[in-house]
């Protein structure tokens, strides 16, 4: 009976694969909250499982600790995946639907400043050896908002440098077009001139290749950044993905308009952009206490 319940969650994952267009990543979450709800509840069909079962479940989950956003994500898996059979006629009525997930403070992403940003690049010397490469690394990131997954697959004949674009892809296998600065532009074109001796001994299309041919890790990426931040002497806690927190911030600070930030970023769903508005809120309050006669007079609060 247990491989009725795994044939469900395989025909599930296969539907938000083909359907949906889900990554890998994501699915391999779908994956192992279902199969761990299967585990713990051994149920053998789907059927099995009850309204009562999944609030001991998740009751459990939460008396060891476990945190509201990881709560959250697994009662959204379980809801989808009943919400699928329901459709399919496996089950009649989803035993998730009742049960809501946990409330989760919204988070604001760090960010630096402009002048930070400024800082941090400008720290790399034409002298050093890997400068074009470096700079072409911290443009990117900074000047396109891309995630580090996308910025270590992105190939050669994505870039339309007469054009201005770049063409991306995210999460899902989803392809999407970001602007191509000028910075950005001429320190990637400066790379790939600099970078055309160890090009021509491979065939790999990817713009970061390693002197093995191969590309960049995750890790080999988050160093060279390390490296530069430690040398603007930026106290921050900076990570690749700060550079593309900081490119929406100050889009939405200059004005642009949150659904082009939307689409830019990637972002499937708008609210996930709005995190980034609240900049805008604090830059006003700033604004307020800076200027405001009553602020400016001294006003103590009670």
Same mark, same amino acid.
């Given at each position: 009976?247990?491989?009725?319940?795994?044939?469900?969650?395989?025909?599930?994952?296969?539907?938000?694969?083909?359907?949906?267009?889900?990554?890998?990543?994501?699915?391999?979450?779908?994956?192992?909250?279902?199969?761990?709800?299967?585990?713990?509840?051994?149920?053998?069909?789907?059927?099995?499982?009850?309204?009562?079962?999944?609030?001991?479940?998740?009751?459990?989950?939460?008396?060891?600790?476990?945190?509201?956003?990881?709560?959250?994500?697994?009662?959204?898996?379980?809801?989808?995946?009943?919400?699928?059979?329901?459709?399919?006629?496996?089950?009649?009525?989803?035993?998730?639907?009742?049960?809501?997930?946990?409330?989760?403070?919204?988070?604001?992403?760090?960010?630096?400043?402009?002048?930070?940003?400024?800082?941090?690049?400008?720290?790399? !010397?034409?002298?050093?050896?890997?400068?074009? @490469? $470096?700079?072409? +690394?911290? =443009?990117?990131?900074?000047?396109?908002?891309?995630? *580090?997954?996308?910025?270590?697959?992105?190939?050669?004949?994505?870039?339309?440098?007469?054009?201005?674009?770049?063409?991306?892809?995210?999460?899902?296998?989803?392809?999407?077009?970001?602007?191509?600065?000028?910075?950005?532009?001429?320190?990637?074109?400066?790379?790939?001139?600099?970078?055309?001796?160890?090009?021509?001994?491979?065939?790999?299309?990817?713009?970061?290749?390693?002197?093995?041919?191969?590309?960049?890790?995750?890790?080999?990426?988050?160093?060279?950044?390390?490296?530069?931040?430690?040398?603007?002497?930026?106290?921050?806690?900076?990570?690749?993905?700060?550079?593309?927190?900081?490119?929406?911030?100050?889009?939405?600070?200059?004005?642009?308009?949150?659904?082009?930030?939307?689409?830019?970023?990637?972002?499937?769903?708008?609210?996930? !952009?709005?995190?980034?508005?609240?900049?805008? @809120? $604090?830059?006003? +309050?700033? =604004?307020?206490?800076?200027?405001?006669?009553?602020? *400016?007079?001294?006003?103590?609060?009670?």
């Amino acid at each position: 009976m247990a491989d009725l319940f795994e044939t469900c969650i395989s025909d599930f994952l296969q539907h938000l694969r083909l359907e949906r267009g889900l990554s890998q990543n994501s699915l391999a979450a779908y994956r192992a909250d279902l199969r761990e709800l299967q585990r713990v509840l051994r149920a053998g069909h789907p059927r099995d499982v009850t309204p009562v079962t999944i609030s001991r479940h998740f009751s459990e989950l939460d008396r060891r600790g476990r945190k509201p956003a990881t709560l959250a994500r697994k009662i959204s898996s379980v809801r989808h995946f009943f919400d699928y059979l329901k459709d399919s006629g496996t089950v009649t009525e989803s035993p998730a639907r009742s049960y809501s997930a946990p409330k989760i403070m919204r988070y604001h992403p760090d960010y630096l400043s402009p002048e930070e940003i400024d800082c941090i690049i400008n720290v790399v !010397t034409p002298e050093s050896r890997h400068a074009a @490469r $470096d700079r072409a +690394i911290l =443009e990117l990131l900074y000047g396109c908002g891309l995630r *580090l997954s996308e910025l270590i697959n992105l190939k050669i004949c994505d870039i339309e440098f007469e054009a201005g674009f770049l063409r991306v892809v995210g999460k899902g296998e989803k392809q999407r077009l970001v602007p191509l600065g000028e910075p950005a532009a001429r320190a990637v074109e400066a790379f790939l001139d600099a970078d055309r001796t160890v090009r021509s001994l491979y065939s790999g299309d990817e713009v970061f290749l390693n002197r093995s041919g191969k590309v960049y890790s995750r890790a080999g990426v988050w160093k060279i950044i390390k490296k530069h931040v430690r040398a603007a002497c930026i106290s921050k806690i900076v990570t690749p993905h700060t550079f593309r927190h900081s490119f929406a911030t100050h889009l939405l600070e200059g004005g642009a308009d949150l659904r082009v930030v939307q689409e830019m970023l990637g972002h499937a769903d708008i609210s996930t !952009t709005e995190i980034y508005t609240r900049v805008d @809120r $604090d830059y006003i +309050i700033a =604004e307020h206490r800076k200027y405001h006669p009553r602020e *400016l007079a001294g006003f103590k609060r009670n």
